[in-house]
């Protein structure tokens, strides 16, 4: 067995000595950053083997017998190594301590690696973070309430009822005209619909026939606040359905999110729906979240901008309804503004 160390500036350039010196069978057994203290330049170190020894063993048939996966491990290793150097050069706060508990700050807030490290290259404290996010977070123009109204869409069980009564709620409040809307024939939804238009004061229609939606908004539209509720399926069918039919209607076309789903769930929902289908996303149940950087993930995902947060329940009488501006304090702090 020949082992043997290689040094250079970059990975690439010692994996070419690696392969000049002792051929392309050569294995890479460890690979590190080494700073000279005086220079302060970094060097990469890789230490390589090669087995010259030409007997047939039982360890080599086993690994002839396994060379797939043996050379998957080590194009892993190789890709690896180079991820770590193009790391290195992106962010070379890595081995700052002067950032490290910021970066673990991000990184425990929820916010997704990849995002973390560009938000780093920006900041160097609490307080520019907290800056650069209330920049960066998109909201939509004006109050909530002061919109002509909202077409809600999402998952199953992400809060669009609910978020749909609290909003309801919040217009009734300042005394003004609200219909309620629901594509929902569903026995259940029907009599929750009944439900809150009588504790709402308004009235409630169930649109059976999408084609109705537009005739219905512009008969309405100048008499009243429109909330349209939506049904809930994987594929969020509703949003595509509607797309052409409501692009012109003025009405915010909102994409509802669930604050304490995993981030990947929530891509995918993202990954399958046009996003011309919807205009402004919301976030749900921001009081049983762990914590808050799937917001600043799924709005930079979507890239739509944030129209308001939510917690509680339906009729729960500690549910809220948050402005947008929220979501920098709810990630860096975990608390909401009135």
Do not use: W
Not at 78 to 85: F, N, S
Not at 188 to 202: P, R, Y
């Amino acid at each position: 067995m020949k082992i043997k160390k290689f040094q250079g500036k970059t990975f690439k350039e010692v994996l070419e000595m690696v392969k000049n010196e002792l051929g392309p069978e050569a294995v890479i057994i460890s690979s590190n950053t080494k700073k000279d203290p005086l220079t302060n330049f970094s060097s990469i170190e890789v230490t390589a083997a090669l087995d010259d020894n030409k007997e047939t063993t039982f360890n080599q048939i086993s690994l002839e017998d396994n060379k797939p996966l043996h050379l998957e491990i080590e194009k892993i290793k190789i890709e690896m190594a180079l991820l770590r150097e193009s790391i290195a050069k992106i962010l070379p706060v890595v081995n700052d301590s002067s950032k490290a508990s910021l970066y673990s700050l991000i990184i425990k807030s929820g916010i997704e690696p990849n995002l973390a490290v560009l938000l780093l290259e920006r900041v160097s404290h609490i307080d520019e973070l907290r800056e650069i996010l209330l920049k960066e977070i998109k909201v939509t123009e004006g109050d909530i309430q002061n919109n002509k109204g909202f077409i809600f869409f999402g998952l199953p069980g992400v809060g669009k009822t609910t978020s749909l009564y609290k909003l309801g709620k919040l217009i009734k409040s300042r005394n003004e005209k609200l219909i309620l809307l629901s594509f929902d024939q569903r026995i259940s939804s029907v009599a929750q619909m009944k439900e809150m238009s009588i504790k709402l004061k308004c009235e409630a229609k169930i649109v059976k026939d999408p084609k109705d939606l537009y005739k219905i908004v512009h008969k309405e539209i100048g008499k009243n606040k429109i909330l349209i509720d939506t049904p809930g399926d994987g594929k969020i069918t509703y949003a595509s359905l509607l797309k052409d039919l409501i692009k012109d209607i003025p009405l915010r076309k909102c994409l509802v999110l669930d604050t304490s789903m995993a981030t990947s769930a929530s891509v995918n929902t993202l990954m399958n729906l046009d996003p011309k289908a919807y205009d402004c996303i919301a976030f749900s149940k921001i009081d049983i979240a762990h914590n808050y950087g799937n917001i600043y993930n799924l709005h930079f995902y979507s890239g739509k901008p944030i129209t308001f947060l939510t917690l509680g329940g339906y009729d729960d009488e500690k549910a809220m309804i948050y402005p947008p501006y929220n979501a920098a304090n709810l990630i860096i702090g975990g608390f909401c503004e009135n």
